[in-house]
Each structure stands twice: as structure tokens, then as C-alpha cells.
């Protein structure tokens, strides 16, 4: 066994080179859908699908009832849970739970670290994203879906500086200065991509409410455009979430609803390089924008700028930052000091 | 905290009723990509997305390389691991890697069966599917995409009588007689199912086989679709497949290479009611003809027929259906006979 183990070892280590360092005690694990609705197709013709060599033929009659616009959600609950709520993990546009996992070059995510931490970890794909599904296209879905080239996620993540800076050779690479991106490993990053939709956000966002209203009171972290779901659905289910982290939030919510998160803890994070390209910063001036007109309106904002704070270096991916345990001990901290573990 | 732990656990339990009965300790877990190949689009026009009410407007060149036909894998190394070689799930087509987890109903799936039982377990996303991803669509995959209707789903894989036997209201189904599919739970397997193709039998393949090379020697379950898929890489790679646990098979290898099986131990599970479904009745006796053949030329081949050793009711979704682990322990203790467990 010790050689068969050390294979299997070695083979992961390729990619998953550190993983976890201590084991980790579930009380249970698991995964369910949550939301969508039902839509009819009819009036089609029946086709005739080219099956498996050797197979038996099918033909495909398109006409009927499909399930849609639901979400997918797997859950960690550690044996000793310290987290006095679960924390719910929400992945940014064009990607998937995938995002807190390990990371591109194999190291720690942080579903890990918070399961690890003893946080009850609900890591989700959203509407039309990775495990959730798609609906039929394009009869249920508006607008073409969005695939992004290589060059385009590391032009536009903070990853590159800006538009040219890609290149397969990471030796031609021009990437921010400082990154904490591993660059190395940018490649396999681009495998945790998804398509996506920017005409879903009604469907996305009933979806998140059913899951608050099913898993919380609870603590929110979330990634980039997941700001607009998170910040919206605290506005209407205050009395469930405890917290948000606000992960370079792509926006905000509603500002006119912004009373009613009056007392809630909210701490937004934005990493480096921003005032190097005007895009983050007419990003991050919105988003600001909003959290202050919530600040205003009572609830407790905390924008933190790592640099400001000496982390320096980190992408707007800063969950798969080689920092990105530090990142994460940031929020940690910050959600100890509001009395949210034990 | 007690409160609020039984308000997540009441929460959960509506849907996820048993889950595990004991902690499961893991030595790690985490996930990771494998496979796939660059492609490029060019030619095309620059398009404006429709953004987030509030956000900065975005244009999208669709021009450039792209990362495609990568698969997803997720993996789960217990604490004191007992198979002798990790173990993987493959799941059928049209479905992902939740196949194998929480079943629709909320009961134990598979997935824990066996982390719990001690095996290093991966589940995976096969491409096209759930986290792997897709990709751009019309370009580079060829064919549309089969989406399936809430009857069709039903009424194919032995859950119901057949055609006409799917109702929405549960009290009018018909299901197929003694069914141990958990057909109130319905609905919310429907939320599983994803879109598929079937023409990237050949990316598949290849991303499977990058698998196998990587984590194994290992034994695979596999269910329908995947039939194909683990028969061919096991020829290609027999050295390092120890044994293989085919789940209703919709198909075979290449028979011409079935000599490649030489003393691999096989195990086929079929459930019940086939013979009441003329499809079924063909798609058995075509993977059994397969098998037959694997027989002949040394593979260690066992066919076995649920109804036969007194397990009934099973649907194709055994993994799901409530005596899945009854079905899990019929595995279970063929691996352990083949002296594959410790």
C-alpha cells in the first residue's frame, strides 16, 4: 500500500502540491439543488441522435416539460463546528465553486482553510454555471452566452497589466508588478472557466434567496459579480445574514434599499494594482460608491485595501493569490472580532 | 449555537433527511482539471455586453485562443485509507459527478459509502459536463446539445412504465412496479441533469485516459454512459486499471481489443424490470454481449443480475434508488473478494 500511496501521492502532488495540512473531520458531507422552475418546449420536431458506435440509437423528442434556472450547492460540516453560522461561498462570473477550491498551481483553497477552521462551508455554482446546469438554449436563456479567451481573463483579472499582456510563454508574460498570481500555473486556471450569461441576474438571484432562506442565519463571502446577489439578497432577508465579505465586489446593491442593513457587518477587500488600470478603478469607485451609501444608512462597512495594510501583490482572484491564506486569515480575523466564532 | 445548529440541520434535513451516520476523516481533499486543447476564433466581431444595472458597461472580443475539452475531478483521501488503489466514479451521460452524491432525496450516496469505507475516492465531471465546463458552442463542438425533458428522463431510465408513465403530481406516475427509485424526490433529481452532446465521445475519452494516467492504478465505477468510456481506457491502459465496476453499461469497448482485459476483474450490476422495456432488453444484451466477448479472451467477467441474488426494484439510477446501499455493499464486498480492500 505505502508505494501505491506514494503514487497516488506523487501524481497529485503535480498539481495539488500542498493541500491540507492537518486532517479534516466532517460530520457529514453532502450536495443538493435548490430553485428553478419548470418551462414547456413544443411544436418541435423529433430528431434522431448519432449514438455510441455499437450503441443503441435514440431519437430525441424536444417537445415536454424541463426543469430550469436551479442552483447546485455542496456543504462541509466539520465535526467541531466553530463558526456560530454556516459561511456560504459565492463564486464570481464565469467560473463555479471551483473558485475556493484548490488552486490553479495546487495549493490550499478556501473551502479548505475555512472547513479546516471549523466553519459549516456551503460552496455553490450558480444559476447556469457548472454543477446548476443550463437551460435549453436559446429558447429559455436570453442573449448569447460569454466564453472567455485566455488572453482576455488575465488582461482583465489584474492578473496581466491590461490589454497585450498575455502570452502563452509565461516568460513573455507581462504581469502586474508584484503579482501574487502563480502565473505558472495561469494555464490549468483557464480549464475552471465556465460560460456564462449576463442575462440571467432575476433567475441567479431567486435562486440565492431560496438558499438563504434554506441554510442561514449565516456569513456570506463573495467574489466580483456575485456582489450585486449578495449585497441584494441581504437588503431582502437582513435577518438571515450575519455578515458579508465582500470580495472585490464588481457591484453593488440597491442603494435605496440600503437601510435595511442597517447594523450588519460587511467587509469589502480589494487587492493591488487597482489605480494601474481605469477599468478596477471605475469599478472599485462603484462598488465603493454603494458601501458607503450603506455605511450611511447604518450598517457597519469595513473597506480594506490590502496594500494599505502591507499585503501587496494580489489579483482580483486573490482566493487563488500564492497569499491567499493571508487574505483569507484577514477575514477570519475580521469575523472572530465580530463575535461570529468560537 | 445549539439553536442555531438545529435550525441548519432541520434546514438541511428537509432535504438532506440521513446524510452520513459517522464523521468522516480526511487525510485531504480538493480538485483539480486535467486535459483539453487550445482553439482559436477569429474573424469575428467586437460585441457589447448588456452588464448589471449600475456596473461598468464591458466589450467582448470573442477572437483568440480558448481552453476547451478539459474535465473535472474532484477527490476525497481518507484519514486511514483501505482500498488498496483509489477508487473513481464516472458518471452516465446527461448527468455530472452529483450522480454519486447526496441522492435526490436526501440520503447517503455513494460517494460517502465509499470515502467512509476508507477508499480515495474521485468524482468527476466528464467534459462538456457540470464543472468541466463547454465549449464555444457552435464552434468547436459539433452537433446540438441533447437537453432532456422531466417524461423523458422517467420514462427512459426505468423509473416509470415507459412511454406515458411521467406525471408532475407523484400519486399519478407510473412507475415500474416495486421501483426503489425515490419517485417523490423526482423533481429534484431533475435539477441534476445538464445539457450533453453526442459527438465528443473522442474529447472524453481522451481527457479520461490524462485521468487514469494521473491517479492511477486504481479501480473505476462507471455508470451508463460511461460504459464505453471505462471499457476502452481499461484496454488502453489495462496495467493500471485493477478492477472494474460496471453500472448498467450502456455499451462496450472495442471488441477487438477485449484481449487487453486479460485477467481484469469485471463486475456488471444491471437492475430490475428490463425485460419490461424492450430498449433495455437491447442495451443489456449489447454490453452483455461486450462483456461475453472480454470473457473469452481472460477477463474475469461477473454478470450480475440484481432480481437474481434478491435485490429488487432497481431503476438505472441504482446509486439513487433507496436501497443504493444495499447495491453499494454488493460492490463493496466484490472489491474486498477481489483482495482490493485491507
Known sequence: MSIRLLRV????????ACASPAPIELRDMGSFHVGGREVVISGKPVREVGSTPGGVPSKIDPNGVYQVEQMYVQYFLPA?????????????????????????????????????KGWATFDSDAVESGRAGWAPYPDFVPGDPVFRTKADAFERLRI??????????????????????PIEAYENFTRQMVPSWTTTDAATLAAYTLLVDRVCPCVIVFHSEAGQFAFKVAQARADK?????????????????????????ILALFGDNIDRDARWTAIRANAVKYLEGAREAGARVEIRDLPKAGI??????????KNNLEVADVIQTWLEREGLYH
Chains 1, 2 share one sequence.
Open 312 to 321: 501587496r501583490g494580489n489579483s482580483h482572484l486573490m482566493m487563488m493569490d
Open 160 to 181: 496581466g497589466q491590461g490589454a497585450g499582456s498575455y502570452n502563452r510563454d509565461v516568460a513573455l508574460m507581462k504581469p502586474m508588478p508584484g503579482t501574487q498570481f
Open 80 to 116: 467541531r463546528e466553530r463558526g456560530t453560522v454556516p459561511l456560504l461561498l459565492w463564486h464570481g462570473g464565469g467560473l463555479t465553486g471551483v473558485t475556493y477550491e484548490t488552486t490553479p498551481d495546487g495549493r490550499l483553497g478556501w473551502l479548505n482553510y475555512f472547513v479546516a
Open 241 to 265: 445574514v450575519r455578515a458579508l465579505v465582500a470580495v472585490e465586489p464588481s457591484s453593488g446593491g440597491d442603494p435605496a434599499q440600503a437601510p435595511a442593513l442597517k447594523g450588519m457587518p
Open 9 to 16: 501521492v506523487a501524481a497529485l502532488s503535480l498539481l495539488a
